[in-house]
Each structure stands twice: as C-alpha cells, then as structure tokens.
C-alpha cells in the first residue's frame, strides 16, 4: 500500500511598509528615480553615517503586530546580520534576531474543514537592500541604493500550515490585514510583499517534521501553488526512493515549473548577530500601544459585519467588496455621495470586476474616482442616459477617469427624449421592415426585439429602449 | 612673544582685539610645520591654501563683530578619522587613501561655527587601533618631547601637533585612552567627554559604544572652551545626549574645597611606573593642599576591564569595519576575477596587521557558538564596571589616577608586543566601558624629560567637576 504524505509549511513574509521615509534616514521611499538620487551618506554606508529609527515604521510594524494578535516586545533592539554583498552598502543588515518587536500570535484562516489558526512566531522590522544591475556591455556590475534602508517587516509563521489551499488562505488573510491598517500596498508582482516557503513532509501519522527546504522567488499567488505542488512532489520521491531531503534553500523558476538549490545548510553562512550599538533600545509604553490601536482603522471583518446591519446588498458582494480595501473605500465613498449601494455594489461586481479581469489587473489597480461613478449613477437614475450608453461611459471612465457628466454633453450621449422624432424614426423603421412588422402580427413575439434593435441603431443608441418598446408597440397595434 | 606661545583662547582674544590677523597664526603655524614636520609627521594631510582662504573668511567676520567667541580665528588641526567635506579622510589607512567625505562631522561642523580654522587632518593608529601611532599607513608620528619615542596613540598626530605649536589645539576621538593617553606622552591637555556629549556623526567607527570625540589643547581653559564648542545634541546621532549644561568654561574656577576625590589603589600596583606614580601622587598633594579631602579606595575592576574592553570593542569593530571593500569608495585590489577575490584582495592589501588581528579577534568572538562565550559575557563585565564606579561615585566626587603605566615608549617597543600594549591601556579603558567623563593633565616628567600626565574620572555628566579640578590643579602646581 502506497505511504501517505502530509505537508508541513511554514511561512517567512516580507512587507515593504507604505512609509514616506526610509528606515534609518530621511530619504524618500518613491519608486521611480534615476539610480542612486534617493540615498545619503547613511543608505550608501559612508564613513562615520549613522543610523536614526523612523518612528512610523514601529508603529506600522505595532499596528500589524497587534491586528494579528502578537505580543508587542516592550523593549526590542535592532542587531547587525553581517554578510558581504555589494547590494548591502554597509555589508551587515540592520534587521531585529534577539528582541523581535512581536511575537506569539495568530490569525484565522477559512479551510474547508471550517476556520484554523495558523500562528506566527514573529515579526521584526529590517532594512530593504538595494538593487544589483549586471551590464551585459560593458561586463560591469552596477548598483543602485534608492531602496536601500527601505523599510521591512518580515513575519514569520510557525509551520501551521498543511497545504498550498491554506497557505494562500494565509497570504489573503495577511495582505488584507496589512492593506487595511495602511501598513503596505501588499503587491507581490511588484515585491511589496515577498513570501519564503519552508515545506517539508512527513507520513501521516508521524510525529516528527521532516527535514526542511526553503523555497525562493515566488512572485504570485499561482507560484506560490506550483511551488508547494512541485516541491511537495519532489520531496516525496526522494523519500520513496530512499534518499534523504537536505536542508536546504531552493529558487524557484516559475517558467520551468521547477526550483534548484541556491545553498545548502553546510555552506550556511555565520551572520555574527549582535546589538547594533549606533541604536538606542526601543522602550514601547502601554500608552504608546493605546495610541497605535486608537488610530488602527476598522479592519475586514468589522467592515463585513458593519456592511451587512448598514447595507441591503447580498453577503456575496460583501465578500467581495471588501476582499481589497481599495474597493471598499470606492464602495462606501461613492454610497456616502449618491446613497445608492446598491446600484453602487452592481457596478462594481459587474463591470469593475469584468474589466479588471479582461485587463489582468487588481483592484488595487482601480484608478476612477467615487465622485464619477456616483455622477454616473446619477445619469442612468435621471435617465439622462441608457444602460447601455452608462456601460461605455464606464468602461471610458475606467481607463482615465473621466467625468461622466462631461463626457455625456462632449461626445452628445444624451437619450433623446422628443418623442416626435422618436414615433418619426420608429414609422420610418415600420415602413422599411415590412417582413418583421408581419411576424408580429403573426404572433412572433421575437419580431419586435428586432424593430427594438433597429430603432435604437437609426437613434445611434441614445433613445429609452422602454419608450421605444411602448411606442413600437402602441403603432403596430394601431 | 612669538604667536605660537600662546594658547588657543588667547591667541583668539589678541585676534579679536585686533592685534593678530587670522592669516599671520595661520602662517605661524605652517612655519612650525615647514621646521619640524618632516621630523614629527604629525599630519596626513595639510591644507594650507584652504586655510588661507577660510582665514580670510574668518577675519572678515571676526572684523565685522559676527563671530565673537573663544575659538574665532584658531588654527586647528583634526584627527583623520573625522570626515572633513572636501578634505582626505584616510584613518591613517591605505584602504581610505583617496577617500575625501562630501560631508563633515557634527563636531568639526560645530567647531567650524566657533571660527576655528582647520589647518589639515592628523596622524593617528590605522583607524584608531593602537596606543602609539605607529600602526598609520603614513608612518609613525615622533613624541615632539623627544623623537626616539612615540607620541601616544591613537591620537598621536593631533596630541603631537598640539605639543610642537603645528596647531593651537586638535580633535581626537578616544575608543580606550586614544585622547587621554597620547595627551599625557606629550604634555598637553585631553579630555574624553561623557558618551553621547558630542556627536559621532561623521566619526568613522572603531567602537560604536565607546568612541567619543574630545580636545586635545594646551591647557585646560582651551579644553573646556573646545568642549563647549563642539559638544551639541545631534538628531542624526541616536546616542547624542540632550544636555543643557554645556557652558563649560563656567567651571574654570580655581576652587577644590571640600571636593572629595578617590585614589583607587588597584590604579597604583605592580606594573604603575615609580616616577609616574611619584609624580600622579604629588599632583594629588597639590589638590590636598587646596582642601580637597582624598581617600583612597578599592575600584576592584581592572582585572576585568581590559578583556571586557578587548572583546567589545574588537566586535563592533570587525562589523563597522565590513563597509571598507573597494566597492563604493576607498582602495580596491587591481586584480580579481570574481566579486569574492576582490573583496578579500581589497581588504588583504588595504588594511594593516593590526586591523586585521583586531578584524579577525572581534569576527571570532561573534561567532555562532563563542557570542555567549565571549561577547555577552563582555557586556555582563562591562555592566559590573559601570556599577564599581557607580558605587564610588556616590561616596566620591571625582577618581584620581594616572593616565599610562609609564610615560612614552621608544619607538618599535609596543608594536613587538601587542598583547604588552593591550595591557598598557589598563587605566583608561574603563572609563570609556563606563560612559564616564575624564581629563588627562600634565603633572611632571620623568628623568628622560618625558611627560606625565594625571588622570581625572567623574561620574556621567561631571565634566564641570573635573574642568574645575583640573584647572585649580593646573594653576596651583609646581612652576605656577
């Protein structure tokens, strides 16, 4: 009979935090300058630079801390992890081993066995590393330090985690936890939010962990799934064949579906951690804490709950409204213009969600304004304009954020509503469709979506489609 | 009177009254430099057309009644080891050779705001690693008291400008005696200020925890006026102190009534030269006889002290030291096939012997497995230091003391035995473990005519107690 394997994961997260600042100096944390225009003697490691600690990023790393449930160190340091790498300007990283600021906590996962705790051993703030360039012309090797000193947090879970289902479960529960606090943009395509495996299997039943692997370079939710699939796969067929798992850390190479072993525990280097001594401890008061959980903003299920008393819109919507707290602010924004959720959550379920599949992007990624989509709601319900009409303002409005009032009046979008060159165009489309005008009579019901059609087509789609129904209707049966 | 006679405050007081240009002590003192430099080598680096024109700039100021304090218009000389905008900072290493800062240190910015003209940077221990100045990748420094001994170190260059007129006073920076000492070899005034008075900023790391920048003058007066200048609170330093008692040359009082001062007698045994310890003792009469009640005591650390101090600062020097690998700026190797050739090559050919045993020592006792061993323990010994003289300071308002076990060693001595010259800094050491504040004054010679210097020790924040201490002792002694 054939062994059965469980998986055992455990989960190393890295989240750029949104702080206008870097970690250890006043440069600015924008994406997008020429090389090396956002550092200083500090993010370049010049002589006699010294390190001073921005206060947001303990707060942000505080509010993520406690909103998953952790235990706020109440005095932690800052230590040196010492390695050489030119990336790494003063060739040790400022990061926290021996007093991490939190610890021990947890967050709730949804299985299909109902909801889980997976827990997390630790999250400690570090500093990004700048960025490596290898020119292939000139046989250089250059380096660009705007995102050096860019502040991290790196939360580490304990190996809780039984399956790639769980582990995405896991990233969403702490993507949508970090984006609501405003702690992150939580992008993984962009590196916002980096996330290591540590996988390793055991037969079912067993009471030990089998030996470990790190995994690498899982840039998306769908790498993420492969990744656990392959290696799982991988670990069990060493096994089989009666070969030992080495510890070991592995890069994943999404394209080939398949990873190799950047280095193995042998070659582990020796980071000779230590207190970094240009920092001062950082004492954290209850008070301090009061204050980071007073400004902690209402997080998802909070939001899901309040929807549900304040709004009659199904759980479904809800579900999905607040799956991105971007679109949740959208949401409400644009009910506290126009007062209509409803309407608001149909706009946003149908249309937003198909563009933003056609278009491969994520709600984050939603540009328009909840200004413009109320005034557009406001046209329909006017009925200035005609369902279909709203549909390609709103797919306008998606792209660049138009005014849709504006847009209406620049490009005569207007329903028409002279209802005599309405009954002219509607006798002039009788007279040319003699075969269908005699289906209707007929009985051919379907006949008169046809004369619908055509009528709109003669009005270039600006007229009521419920009035030329009616009209239509009250002329042939005259 | 010839201009380098005088001392820095008075040199600035006859420039403000008009009676000396900015420009003519500047010339004064390149003079002295043309005289002797090719014998002491108290400099890396001369900066004299810079001078000049900052002279210039200076005089005008002083002239239009802008710049009015103790130190407008004082040719200055600073250690290598204080990044300087536009002007060389090597650490006396070949790895910084060519390495010029785009920004200056906070302290030599301040000083710089006091009207003090920088004139070049000073000689010193390759980063400050040694007790005699002869570990520089520039040469050895002479002892302008007598040229077959060293100067003291790490500070030699600036302790040596400062006794051979090649300047009216310098910075130095002191890791473990690195003011102190050198000042006492050649017979001029150093203080080490309580950590956290003046800021590291732009003060290339030896040992974070413990470096502190402090004046090398010639006297005391000068002292406290150089303290007051480049003492400030600094938000890029997050060790800097907020201090609201920096108006130091208050404490130039003659007056020790009453001031009760310990003798710790561990600082007075085996090892503790008989002409030092004659000379250290008699300097403590002198205090007496102004009413100063004295009581020896037992500090009982010294035996921890140099091992603590060892294993520490060699710690956070192989760490601070990693940035230094031909990448960004510095020396790097001519040939290397691959990233990790070159920063071996470039940091094998860069760096000198000392650098590396310190490099290879702090690296060791960091490592997975020996940290608890070694480097906790440090701290633990470092917390009991700091404790001994908690429990003196509270019975005592100042510690008395020598400086070095003996005055200047010839030169070549030390360096044939470095675990000889790790104990010699036996008595200064633990005052930077402790934080504390101390002053090193001149109190005699030797035979040979080498000087001696007296060491004061107070309590976190006490440095008015010892400026006053050591002024009253520096007007009262034998000679004034």
Known sequence: MAREYETVIGLEVHVELATKTKIFCGCTTAFGGAPNTHTCPVCTGMPGSLPVLNKQVVEYAMAVGLATNCNITRHCKFDRKNYFYPDNPQNYQISQLYLPICRDGYVEIETEEGSKRVGIHEIHMEEDAGKLIHDEDTNCSLVDYNRSGVPLIEIVSEPDMRSAEEVIAYLEKLRLIIQYLGASDCKLQEGSMRADVNLSVREVGAKEYGTRTEMKNLNSFRAIARAIAGERSRQIALLEAGEAVIQETRRWDDAKETSYAMRSKEDAQDYRYFPDPDLTPVYISDAWIEEVKGRQPELRTEKMKRYKEEFDIPDYDIEIITGSKHMADIFEACVAICNQPKKVSNWLMVETLRLLKEKEMDPEDIRFSPENLAKLIGLTEQKVINSTVAKEVFEVMFDSDVDPEKYVEEKGLRTVNDEGALRKTIEEVIAANPQSVEDYKNGKDKAIGFLVGQTMKAMKGKADPASVNALLKELLNS | ?480
């Open chain 2, 1 to 480: 009177m010839n201009i380098l006679d005088y001392t820095a405050v008075e040199l600035s007081d006859r420039i403000k009254k008009g009676e000396i240009k900015v420009a003519e002590a500047v010339e004064a003192v390149f003079a002295r430099i043309d005289e002797q430099e090719e014998t002491l080598n108290c400099y890396i680096t001369l900066e004299k057309e810079k001078a000049l024109a900052r002279a210039g700039e200076v005089q005008k100021q002083i002239d239009e009644g802008t710049l009015t304090g103790p130190l407008a218009g004082v040719p200055f000389a600073i250690k290598d080891n204080l990044c300087t905008e536009g002007i060389r900072t090597t650490c006396a290493s070949k790895i910084l050779s060519n390495f010029v800062p785009a920004y200056s240190a906070e302290a030599v910015a301040n000083l710089e705001r006091a009207g003090a003209v920088i004139i070049g940077k000073t000689n010193m221990d390759e980063f400050a690693m040694g007790s005699t100045t002869e570990t520089s990748y520039f040469g050895d420094t002479r002892n302008p008291k007598d040229t077959e001994h060293v100067p003291g170190g790490s500070s030699g260059g600036s302790a040596a400008a400062v006794a051979a007129g090649e300047c009216f006073a310098a910075l130095g920076s002191d890791t473990g005696g690195s003011i102190r000492q050198p000042a006492s070899h050649c017979g001029v005034v150093g203080m080490k200020p309580t950590y956290g008075t003046v800021s590291r900023y732009g003060l290339v790391a030896y040992a974070s925890s413990l470096d502190q920048i402090g004046p090398l003058t010639k006297d005391v007066t000068d002292c406290a006026a150089v303290l007051e200048a480049i003492a400030s609170h600094d938000a890029k330093d997050s060790t800097s102190m907020m201090r609201e008692d920096t108006d130091f040359t208050l404490a130039l009082v003659k007056d020790v009534k009453g001031m009760r001062i310990g003798i710790p007698k561990d600082y007075f045994t085996e090892g503790l030269d008989s002409e030092v310890k004659e000379a250290v003792l008699a300097a403590a009469k002198v205090l007496e006889a102004q009413g100063a009640v004295l009581e020896e005591f037992d500090l009982s650390l010294v035996e921890y002290a140099i091992p603590a101090y060892y294993t520490i600062a060699m710690a956070e020097a192989s760490s601070n030291l990693e940035r230094f690998d031909g990448v960004k700026y510095g020396y790097r190797t001519e040939d290397a096939k691959d990233l990790h050739a070159m920063y071996k090559k470039s940091r094998s050919e860069g760096f000198g012997a000392e650098v590396k045993r310190r490099i290879m020592l702090g690296s060791f006792v960091l490592s997975s497995g020996y940290y608890d061993a070694y480097y906790l323990k440090a701290l633990k010994a470092k917390a009991l230091i700091k404790k001994a003289f908690d429990h003196a300071f509270a019975k005592y308002d100042l510690i008395l003391g020598p400086v070095a076990p003996t005055t200047a060693p010839k030169l070549g001595e030390s360096l044939s035995d470095p675990l000889k010259m790790y104990l010699s800094d036996i008595y200064t050491i633990a005052v930077n473990l402790a934080g504390l504040p101390a002053i090193s004054v001149p109190c005699g010679e030797d035979k040979k005519g080498l000087p001696i210097g007296l060491q004061l020790i107070g309590d976190c924040f006490a440095e008015k107690k010892l400026i006053q201490a050591a002024y009253t002792y520096e007007q009262c002694k034998e000679g004034n």
